[in-house]
């Protein structure tokens, strides 16, 4: 269904802007009429630029998961509380500091005022709120129970950030590490490398191999820096372009997987992500075959995904879903063998619960582990290159000074 962005009036002449599905532009204005929203402007938005879009707001979705979590929070509470929902979300627009979350917020009440789910309102701002946060939403509304839903949900958004936080705290410090080794690197050939290369030449002295060495590299970072751009925008617009593609994409994602360290820590997140999201769309009455979709859709790699649908195929012909599971290569036996054991004793939503936890766990040793020996590794390793240069560049001037005294 074609998506189109719309900016309008309300009743009390205050602007608003968002996006809605329709299956075409008269039947978007007719929406919006239903919303008591006079539309100013209304254009269709293609589907390349939508997914655009998406993947730009996945870069700044760790900050606004947490805003998404206080939000959520405090529509439980006043849900709870018996609370209008239309009344809850104008209190809650007016408390969000986010100009952008409180114009989110706006809409969505405008659209519920209108007479439509709350669901609906959330499925339009998919940069704001995700498949799974919109299906939870929407059993809820189904099955009455919306404030305990949404409490749920928080929940998971808790556990879901705290996972994210442990795994960017493994990798943070030590890219950080690379990045100022990179950047020392750079300055010690481009400027000071040049420098003392004069000093060794006026000298008349034999240049050691190993300074010839750093001169050549030191001259072809100077006079073809271009060239490396060009090469590195290349290959980043091949990698872009390979990853665009499904069989790239899935061939990217098994690599990822096989990496010594970081291949480990990245299956048990994916794992953790798959079972505590599976668990939590069980426990708010989702159907299994509606879980999987969803899942599906949020895994982060290509390799589960395909693994899911597999698994959903046979949950909707009537068989297992741990078979496809193990066959994938992301769940280990263990794992698939437990999640068996939880569909046959019909105790499949707290087996995932339990596996989340103790993934939950893992990933907290792994991350130790892993600052343990990547960060120690990272500093012997800038260095030992640092202090090449620096030995190679010193050592034929140390020669003329010695000669001179």
Known sequence: MPTFEYQALTRDGRPTRGSLAAESAAAARHMLRNRQLHATQLRPVSEAAQ??????????????????????RQLATMVDADIKLTEALSVLSSQTADARLCQVIQNIRDQVVAGEALADGLKQYRDWFDPIYVSMVHVGEVTGNLGPTLKLLA???????????KIKSALTYPAFLVVVCLG?????????VPRLTRIIEESGRAVPGVTRLLMGVSRGLVNWWWVILVVVGLLAYAGHRVLAHPRGRLGFDRLLLRLPLFGRLL???????????????????????????????VTGSTVMTHAIQAARERIIAGADIATPLQQSGVVDPALGHMIAVGERS???EGMLV???????????????????????AVIVVMAVLVGFIMFGTLWPILEVSSIKM
């Open 184 to 192: 020392v690197i750079t300055v010690l050939m481009t400027f000071v």
């Open 267 to 297: 299956r048990q997140s994916i794992l953790a992500r798959f079972t505590g999201t599976l668990a939590a769309l069980m426990r708010s009455g989702l159907p299994m075959a509606e879980s999987l979709k969803v899942v599906a859709e």
């Open 51 to 72: 997914a655009a879009r998406f993947q730009w707001a996945r870069l700044f979705r760790a900050g606004r998961r947490r805003k998404v979590l206080d939000f959520t």
């Open 346 to 348: 019909g105790e499949l």
């Open 354 to 376: 339990t596996i989340a936890e103790s993934l939950e766990e893992n990933t907290d040793i792994i991350v130790q582990r892993l600052s343990a020996v990547v960060e120690p």
């Open 155 to 165: 929940d998971y958004l808790a556990k879901r950030i705290r996972l994210d936080a």
